[in-house]
Nanobody, 120 residues
């Protein structure tokens, strides 16, 4: 069984910062990519940032220069540091991991989601 558990989020004023963390646990054999997606009310889920096992990153254009993704391969964790937050960043943020467990082939796992609200 594999689980992704997110922490962080909450309400942040415009221009503020927030930090999201996600820890993968369970019968993990290897983790390939880890990332963050978000879904705002009435909108489709969209990619925010992704990082490979070798540290290559990719960001949505809307967050480039403001958000930074990082991971600790030894701890199976991924962090999203969000700076200069805008009201349009308000969404439920989901952790995502593309991994292989000891009992399954490669597949994608999702966290339960954490709310980030940017508002004064």
């Amino acid at each position: 069984q594999v689980q992704l558990v997110e922490s962080g989020g909450g309400q942040v004023p415009p221009g503020g910062s927030a930090r999201l963390s996600c820890a993968a646990s369970g019968s993990i054999f290897t983790i390939y990519a880890m990332g963050w997606y978000r879904q705002a009310p009435g909108k489709q889920r969209e990619l925010v940032a992704v990082i490979t096992s070798t540290g290559t990153t990719n960001y949505a254009d809307s967050v480039k220069g403001r958000f930074t993704i990082s991971r600790d391969n030894a701890k199976n964790t991924v962090v999203l540091q969000m700076n200069s937050l805008k009201p349009e960043d308000t969404a439920v943020y989901y952790c995502n991991a593309d991994l292989r467990s000891i009992v399954t082939t490669q597949r994608t796992y999702w966290g339960q989601g954490t709310q980030v609200t940017v508002s004064s």
